[in-house]
Structure formats: C-alpha cells, structure tokens
C-alpha cells in the first residue's frame, strides 16, 4: 500500500488581514491642501493605488492620474507604497515633524511711559 500525501498550498492573500492588502493604510485626501493640514510637517505625494507607487510635486504624474490620491509621504512609505523612480532621486523625508503648532508668544509693546 503506498502512503498519500496531501500538499496544501495557502496563498499569501489568505494570510493578510480582511479587507487590506497593505501593511496599514495611508489616509487618501482628493486635494492637495486637505493633505497639507493632516500632515503639516510631512511632504505630500500623489499616490497611485493601481501601480503602488507615489509621484512628488513636479513630476509627470503628479495629481493628474485617474485613481490617484494625496498623501502625506511617510504614511504611504508606512503603507507599502514606494517612490515612482530611484531613491536617490526623491526629495528626503523631513528629519523630525512638527508636534503641534509653535506656542504663541506676545510681541514686546512699548511700554507706556515711554
């Protein structure tokens, strides 16, 4: 009698998480500036879901692709999406983003005795 073996094969969709296919998901804005308030700190990019890449201010594709979305830069790089071209060639990231907004401070006023 011969042994049987059973092979089961589990794709890689299977195992990632219902309704995402990317590690986390980048907040899509339909304008430039609703990005620009989410992220004040942060480049913004134009990121095309259909290709997974994201084009920066400038370029070709740049808010002018079919599906596309703004983003802020490093939600997208968090969420698996990659630079259209090399590396090398992008701008960098910001080193460290704003946390909030400066405090305000009075201005010095001439005194009145003056």
């Known amino acids: 009698m011969r042994?049987?073996?059973?092979?089961?094969?589990?794709?890689?969709?299977?195992?990632?998480?219902a309704g995402s296919t990317r590690a986390a998901e980048a907040a899509l804005f339909q304008f430039e500036q609703q990005a620009k308030q989410h992220c004040p700190g942060d480049t913004i990019v134009w990121l095309s879901r259909a290709s997974g890449?994201?084009?920066?201010?400038?370029?070709?594709w740049y808010g002018s692709?079919?599906?596309?979305?703004?983003?802020?830069?490093?939600?997208?790089d968090l969420a698996g999406y990659r630079p259209s071209h090399a590396p090398s060639?992008?701008?960098?990231?910001?080193?460290?983003?704003?946390?909030?907004?400066?405090p305000v401070t009075q201005a010095a006023l001439p005194s009145a005795t003056e």
């Open 89 to 102: 060639q992008a701008p960098p990231p910001p080193a460290h983003p704003p946390q909030g907004r400066p």
């Open 65 to 76: 692709t079919k599906n596309g979305a703004f983003v802020c830069r490093r939600e997208g």
């Open 3 to 17: 042994p049987t073996v059973l092979v089961v094969m589990i794709s890689s969709a299977a195992l990632a998480p």
């Open 53 to 60: 890449t994201y084009s920066f201010a400038g370029e070709r």
